[in-house]
């Protein structure tokens, strides 16, 4: 394999978690135990220091249907808020006409707060159900993969493009960078939302490793494919959301918007702390290991007990979280979600049943809560069954940085 940025060839593995199943596909029950299992393996680049997997499970079976929806979250929608605020305010606020693009549009949760602000939306999405969302709530929203060939399709050229998250799942990495560089407005900001790859380490949050997230980024890594491109970053900061979310805020390299200093500091912070090195990558790989056995032994202690365990939440990443901790049904009886389209559904590779929210009959003893970076949204939400002594076990502490 070569580096998915740089094309070297000079990759070293760092973190191994084992064969996985391709976690955000939730499974029928006839689907049980028919699921592909694929490496998940992150390496290091000794050229261009990007972490990233060394495997790519086709485009089509990751995002021709996923099942995701970013309006489900309180906190995700109220972030999505604040970005729109704050993009239409400090770039655009005199602006007439303004065109934003979202790629990865999901359910068009993003688009509508910019168009509350008077702004004409164009959503991408590649999950046809989702696009469909989308549409219904009056996004428009194409349903292709973009790309520089889809781009040009769009036929205009865009003030803003938001790319959360999803910009780093590609495989087509260079053509869609390409793509963005080619409907950028000259004065235009690219606002790239990505999962921090500092914050992830420090976090313990190695659920966010899974086969959709092919690359992982610190800031100097994302500046190195935007040069690449004709793009630099101008301004960057890092907001909660997802244990550590970047927003990095990036255009055209001749581009009219004056450096704030901040991504300057964040670099200088990288470098002390040596998290684009292998050695750093290597470090968190010991971690994880100390993390599953102290989750197994956890567990296990409840069970011991007789406690009756459920899952908060079926979140993708909890996927990652379960198959390499080897967490299965007899263990924890189900995960408890309240995404309509996951109902009656098992977990990929540990076969766990899902149940709605509303429909769990009894509340258990414990709740084990793969949605762990809501930790206070949850804990303040079921405040009720903390006074009725559920207890919250949460596998990876968010509060806590090593
Ligand atoms: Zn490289």
Same mark, same amino acid.
């Given at each position: 394999?070569?580096?998915?940025?740089?094309?070297?060839?000079?990759?070293?593995?760092?973190?191994?978690?084992?064969?996985?199943?391709?976690?955000?596909?939730?499974?029928?029950?006839?689907?049980?135990?028919?699921? *592909?299992?694929?490496?998940?393996?992150?390496?290091?680049? $000794?050229?261009?220091?990007?972490?990233?997997?060394?495997?790519?499970?086709?485009?089509?079976?990751?995002?021709?249907?996923?099942?995701?929806?970013?309006?489900?979250?309180?906190?995700?929608?109220?972030?999505?808020?604040?970005?729109?605020?704050?993009?239409?305010?400090?770039?655009?606020?005199?602006?007439?006409?303004?065109?934003?693009?979202?790629?990865?549009?999901?359910?068009?949760?993003?688009?509508?707060?910019?168009?509350?602000?008077?702004?004409?939306?164009?959503?991408?999405?590649?999950?046809?159900?989702?696009?469909?969302?989308?549409?219904?709530?009056?996004? &428009?929203?194409?349903?292709?993969?973009?790309?520089?060939?889809?781009?040009?399709?769009?036929?205009?050229?865009?003030?803003?493009?938001?790319?959360?998250?999803?910009?780093?799942?590609?495989?087509?990495?260079?053509?869609?960078?390409?793509?963005?560089?080619?409907?950028?407005? *000259?004065?235009?900001?690219?606002?790239?939302?990505?999962?921090?790859?500092?914050?992830?380490?420090?976090?313990?949050?190695?659920?966010?490793?899974?086969?959709?997230?092919?690359?992982?980024?610190?800031?100097?890594?994302?500046?190195?494919?935007?040069?690449?491109?004709?793009?630099?970053?101008?301004?960057?900061?890092? $907001?909660?959301?997802?244990?550590?979310?970047?927003?990095?805020?990036?255009?055209?390299?001749?581009?009219?918007?004056?450096?704030?200093?901040?991504?300057?500091?964040?670099?200088?912070?990288?470098?002390?702390?040596?998290?684009?090195?292998?050695?750093?990558?290597?470090?968190?790989?010991?971690?994880?290991?100390?993390?599953?056995?102290?989750?197994?032994?956890?567990?296990?202690?409840?069970?011991?007990?007789?406690?009756?365990?459920?899952?908060?939440?079926?979140?993708?990443?909890?996927?990652?979280?379960?198959?390499?901790?080897?967490?299965? &049904?007899?263990?924890?009886?189900?995960?408890?979600?309240?995404?309509?389209?996951?109902?009656?559904?098992?977990?990929?590779?540990?076969?766990?049943?899902?149940?709605?929210?509303?429909?769990?009959?009894?509340?258990?003893?414990?709740?084990?809560?793969?949605?762990?970076?809501?930790?206070?949204?949850?804990?303040?939400?079921?405040?009720?069954?903390?006074?009725?002594?559920?207890?919250?076990?949460?596998?990876?502490?968010?509060?806590?940085?090593?």
């Amino acid at each position: 394999m070569i580096c998915r940025v740089c094309d070297s060839t000079r990759l070293d593995p760092v973190i191994d978690l084992g064969n996985q199943p391709w976690c955000n596909h939730f499974l029928r029950r006839e689907e049980v135990g028919k699921e *592909p299992f694929y490496p998940l393996k992150v390496v290091h680049c $000794a050229d261009c220091e990007t972490a990233q997997l060394d495997f790519t499970v086709p485009k089509e079976t990751m995002f021709g249907d996923h099942t995701y929806l970013s309006g489900v979250t309180r906190s995700l929608s109220q972030h999505f808020q604040q970005v729109a605020r704050e993009v239409n305010q400090r770039f655009f606020s005199q602006h007439p006409d303004k065109t934003v693009l979202d790629i990865g549009s999901n359910d068009g949760t993003q688009l509508k707060h910019y168009q509350k602000l008077g702004w004409k939306v164009l959503g991408v999405e590649s999950s046809k159900g989702t696009a469909q969302l989308a549409l219904e709530q009056g996004v &428009p929203t194409r349903n292709v993969f973009f790309n520089k060939s889809t781009a040009k399709d769009l036929r205009g050229l865009f003030q803003v493009i938001n790319a959360s998250g999803v910009f780093f799942h590609l495989e087509e990495l260079h053509s869609v960078a390409e793509g963005i560089r080619s409907c950028l407005a *000259p004065d235009g900001v690219f606002l790239v939302q990505f999962l921090y790859m500092q914050k992830i380490v420090e976090n313990g949050a190695f659920d966010q490793i899974y086969h959709e997230h092919l690359l992982y980024y610190n800031l100097k890594t994302l500046e190195k494919l935007l040069q690449r491109h004709g793009l630099t970053c101008f301004d960057a900061y890092l $907001a909660p959301i997802h244990g550590g979310s970047m927003m990095a805020f990036v255009q055209h390299r001749d581009g009219p918007h004056a450096s704030t200093g901040r991504e300057k500091a964040i670099l200088a912070e990288e470098e002390r702390k040596g998290s684009n090195r292998k050695d750093w990558y290597l470090n968190f790989a010991q971690r994880i290991a100390r993390m599953r056995r102290a989750n197994i032994e956890t567990l296990g202690e409840r069970k011991s007990k007789g406690k009756r365990i459920y899952g908060m939440g079926a979140p993708v990443k909890g996927n990652t979280l379960l198959n390499y901790f080897q967490i299965g &049904p007899d263990t924890i009886d189900c995960l408890v979600e309240k995404n309509v389209l996951r109902r009656n559904l098992f977990s990929p590779g540990m076969h766990i049943p899902i149940r709605m929210e509303n429909e769990a009959e009894i509340a258990p003893d414990v709740y084990y809560v793969l949605a762990w970076n809501f930790k206070h949204e949850i804990l303040k939400n079921h405040a009720d069954l903390l006074a009725r002594g559920v207890e919250f076990l949460f596998p990876v502490d968010p509060d806590f940085v090593a």
